[in-house]
């Protein structure tokens, strides 16, 4: 792995969503705009939105992230553009950290939307931190690009690369928490919903839970995004069958 | 160090299907040979095979002595793929000097490729705003950075007018004479007498190996086309 090749990398991939403002707008505005309107739904019931609000700090930026880096990324399959780059001296782990870099920047900007106007605009109170919200919208955006990069893989058409979101998303959502306690789920799923990235990102960001407990769970997101990454580079193929 | 390119009994087997069966080549440095062959008879596979993105399943070959699909290889030949490979929402010159910088060129190399391909001019707009054969182009400059030594094209001229071509035929015969080899796929039979050798595939085998005029003598025919036809019924 090269340091100028992934830096380039991150760079033309920003270069390229330079290009498309409406993409950018849509991943800044979008996450911070869905937490807006949950705010101003729960306008005539009190303490309601601290209660859910910082949960879904851990889901927006995941969603969001997650498409926009699957369909790239296979856009760049596609495109013939990943194969092209495979025949020159570049390393998988140049590519992936090319687009783990400039998606994290994204991210970056986009946790920072989202935290900060929840904490001053939307009105939210809760936790009393705005870096936790922030740390953990960031890596849940992470969250996002890592699996996005590397489940992508899997997919051989945009169409297909969409599907994933009910697939992958939908359920860690319904698992996460947010509806159901955890601890309230049936044996076999509360195990499973102990291990989703998403529980990670939503527990968090849970009111009651303490510092040290939301410290282990931002560690796991921080294990998901390194595993997924490196799940990213091992699925992307040099050759075809 | 410059030996050209070595093919040695190379087949590929793609879903059980034999594509490319028991093909041996040899390429000799300075060399430019025409590889022409029916829709689907593998001229993309072996190029693909040759620049390492395409798993051989038996025999080998190497380039400049080295196996195919080194990391050594990957800044000694220079590749256009059949779909062009670039990225629509770059500039035309953003494109080229990405490439450049991943090939580890300086990027005023860009300035150089753009101008033997025509897209100086264009150099600002994006990829995405291109006739198809510009976009052709884009990807023609990216094989061209650098100093290759091998260049695999498949169709470059595709979509090109007859002024462009002769152009871009007229740079392929200078970097031959700077002692390049170039093998250019086409499926445009006039083109054939542009090469200083001609392969032709088909089903997956080598059926002529010779130069143009050979060919023509060899079938009869008074035309390229007519020569490919008669080959490609005769082996049938
Ligand atoms: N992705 C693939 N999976 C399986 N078989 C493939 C794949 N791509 C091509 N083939 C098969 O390999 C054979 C050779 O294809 P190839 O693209 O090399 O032909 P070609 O000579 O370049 O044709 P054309 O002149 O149309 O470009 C064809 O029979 C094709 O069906
Ligand atoms: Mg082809």
Redesign the interface.
């Known amino acids: 792995m090269s340091l100028r090749r992934t830096t380039l990398t991150a760079y033309r991939i920003v270069t390229q969503l330079r290009h498309d403002l409406r993409t950018v707008a849509l991943v800044l505005l979008v996450p911070a705009g869905l937490v807006g309107l949950l705010a101003w739904t729960l306008l005539q019931r009190p303490g309601q939105f601290d209660a859910i609000g910082p949960r879904l700090l851990g889901v927006f930026p995941l969603t969001v992230m997650f498409l926009v880096t699957s369909v790239t990324t296979l856009r760049e399959r596609t495109s013939g553009t990943l194969e092209r780059l495979l025949t020159l001296p570049v390393t998988k782990a140049d590519i992936i950290g090319g687009y783990a870099l400039a998606f994290f920047l994204v991210a970056l900007v986009q946790s920072v939307l989202v935290a900060g106007l929840s904490y001053t605009a939307f009105g939210l109170h809760h936790l009393g931190w705005p870096w936790r919200p922030s740390l953990v919208a960031l890596l849940s955006g992470l969250l996002g690009t890592a699996f996005g990069l590397a489940l992508s893989a899997l997919a051989t058409s945009e169409f297909q690369a969409v599907q994933f979101m009910p697939a992958f998303i939908l359920p860690q959502l319904l698992l996460s928490g947010l509806f159901v306690p955890v601890s309230d789920l049936p044996a076999g799923l509360r195990q499973v919903a102990d291990v989703l990235p998403m529980s990670a990102a939503v527990r968090a960001l849970q009111p009651t839970e303490t510092l040290r407990g939301a410290t282990e769970q931002t560690l796991v997101m921080v294990a998901y995004v390194v595993g997924a990454l490196v799940l990213g580079a091992v699925t992307l193929r040099r050759h075809s069958k | 160090m410059n030996s050209g390119v070595d093919v040695q009994h190379l087949g590929v087997i793609?879903?059980g299907r034999a594509v490319l069966r028991d093909l041996s080549l040899r390429i000799e440095p300075g060399e430019l040979v025409g590889l022409l062959g029916p829709s689907g008879s593998g001229k993309s596979t072996l190029m693909?095979a040759l620049?390492?993105?395409?798993?051989v399943t038996s025999g080998s070959a190497t380039i400049d002595g080295i196996p195919i699909?080194s990391?050594e290889l990957?800044?000694r030949?220079g590749?256009v793929?059949q779909?062009?490979?670039?990225?629509?929402?770059?500039?035309v010159e953003?494109n080229v000097r990405?490439?450049a910088?991943?090939?580890?060129i300086d990027s005023s190399d860009a300035d150089r490729v753009l101008e033997l391909v025509d897209l100086s001019e264009r150099r600002r707009d994006?990829v995405s705003s291109l006739s198809g054969g510009e976009t052709n182009r884009v990807?023609l400059a990216?094989a061209l950075l650098g100093e290759p030594q091998l260049l695999l094209l498949d169709e470059p001229t595709v979509g090109l007018d007859p002024v462009l071509r002769e152009h871009l035929w007229g740079v392929f015969r200078q970097l031959r004479d700077r002692g390049l080899a170039l093998v250019v796929s086409s499926h445009v039979m006039d083109e054939a007498s542009r090469c200083d050798r001609l392969v032709l595939l088909r089903a997956g085998k080598f059926i002529f190996d010779g130069s143009p005029s050979t060919l023509l003598s060899r079938t009869g025919a008074g035309t390229y086309d007519g020569a490919f036809i008669a080959l490609v019924k005769d082996t049938a």
């Open positions: 793609r879903r693909r620049v390492g993105v395409q798993r699909g990391a990957r800044h030949v590749y793929a779909s062009p490979a670039s990225y629509r929402d770059l500039t953003e990405y490439f910088a991943m090939l580890g994006l990807s990216v």
